[in-house]
């Protein structure tokens, strides 16, 4: 089965804490992307990335940090800089993220909340 | 700075009926357009995408383009309560590829 798979499903942390939530897809998209929503809001974008050793910082990137060492995955560090971390997070990629016919597809998310 | 806007809602509708949901978008540079649902606690999830003005249908799914009025629309005929979720609207500027999404209405299809 080809898809987005992101872990853990549900995290909790402590203040002070940094924590990776993973990303992995099997769909051989060159494009992927960190979102995060929060209660009644949009989509709000962190990272993203075009191309393995490449990503390029969103709309609100301060606290977060990312790599890209494979194209299967895209994982999303949440440091103690973040200073309201607790939101769901969200997963995503595309084809060549050249725009044109390129759709996004997304992972089934990851909630992060903090204690 | 790109905007696009949508009623919260909540928007109701009885089980049957057509469901109107509308966005409207700032940037006149947009060329692609997506339409998502996200059912609670659920990743968002692709309906449909159009990119050329008029209508574009897929089942009981219909998306609606006008450029020049700067709004796209879906329609839901036959409206059931397994589509009661929140859609979200995105908007891609041609030569990008980061979508701007708007906040999402919330649909009830009551019985």
């Known amino acids: 089965d080809g898809g987005i798979t992101q872990s853990p499903k549900y995290l909790f942390r402590k203040e002070g804490q940094n924590v990776t939530l993973s990303c992995e897809q099997n769909l051989n998209h060159d494009a992927m992307y960190w979102y995060r929503q929060d209660p009644g809001q949009g989509l709000r974008l962190i990272y993203y990335s075009q191309i393995v050793n490449d990503f390029q910082k969103g709309d609100i990137a301060e606290g977060y940090s990312v790599s890209r060492e494979k194209k299967e995955s895209f994982p999303l560090t949440v440091t103690s800089a973040q200073k309201n971390p607790t939101a769901f997070y969200l997963c995503a990629s595309s084809p060549q993220g050249l725009g044109g016919t390129d759709t996004q597809y997304f992972g089934p998310g990851t909630r992060l909340t903090v204690l | 700075q790109k905007e696009v806007e949508q009623n919260s809602g909540p928007l109701s509708v009885p089980e049957g009926a057509i469901a109107s949901l509308n966005c409207t978008y700032s940037?006149?540079?947009?060329?692609?357009f997506f339409w998502y649902r996200q059912y609670s606690g659920k990743s968002p999830e692709l309906i449909m995408f159009?990119?050329?003005?008029g209508d574009k249908e897929d089942g009981r799914f219909t998306a609606q383009l006008n450029k020049a009025s700067q709004y796209v629309s879906l329609l839901i005929r036959d409206s059931q309560p397994s589509d009661s979720a929140t859609y979200l609207c995105?908007?891609?500027?041609?030569?990008?590829?980061?979508?701007?999404f708007g906040r999402g209405t919330s649909l009830i299809v009551h019985p």
């Open positions: 940037d006149r540079g947009s060329q692609s």
């Open positions: 995105a908007v891609r500027r041609g030569g990008s590829y980061i979508p701007t």
């Open positions: 159009i990119y050329s003005n």
